[in-house]
């Protein structure tokens, strides 16, 4: 017979039992009752001993549990990851937009330095009439 005891609403309570069938197994694992990484509503509720049935969905539930749990780890680990992937792609983003701004302002300069460089060619035969002029005006006078 099973003898039942009032437990205060604020002391917690925890159940263990063996995911084995045979009850005598002390090295099987046990779980406990209460998962605290899981919401309230998703608690399993304790079983009725005195049901096999019961014994079965109490088992079955915390398995889900802790499946559920495995999950929710899995999760967190690769919404951690894409984050990590998310600051890599902006900073390959970042530099890839450096290296075209880059790239552009290099051909802007080339085509610059390229003007000037016409520009002083122009200067330096324009300057080179000027004293022709000028030697033939000293050489006429």
Request: glycine residues 0%.
């Amino acid at each position: 017979m099973i003898t039942t005891a009032r437990v205060p609403a604020d002391k917690p309570v925890r159940i263990a039992f063996s995911l084995n069938d045979s009850p005598d197994d002390a090295s099987s694992e046990s779980f406990p009752l209460a998962f605290p990484e899981l919401d309230q509503q998703l608690q399993p509720l304790p079983p009725c001993h005195d049901s096999k049935e019961s014994m079965q969905v109490y088992k079955q539930h915390c398995k889900i549990a802790e499946e559920y749990h495995e999950v929710k780890k899995e999760i967190a680990l690769l919404e951690e990851r894409k984050k990590e992937l998310i600051a890599r792609l902006e900073q390959v983003e970042k530099e890839s937009m450096d290296a075209a701004q880059l790239a552009k302002e290099y051909a802007e300069l080339t085509e610059e330095n390229r003007t000037l460089k016409l520009a002083q060619t122009q200067c330096v035969e324009q300057l080179e009439k000027l004293r022709i002029q000028y030697q033939k005006r000293q050489g006429s006078s």
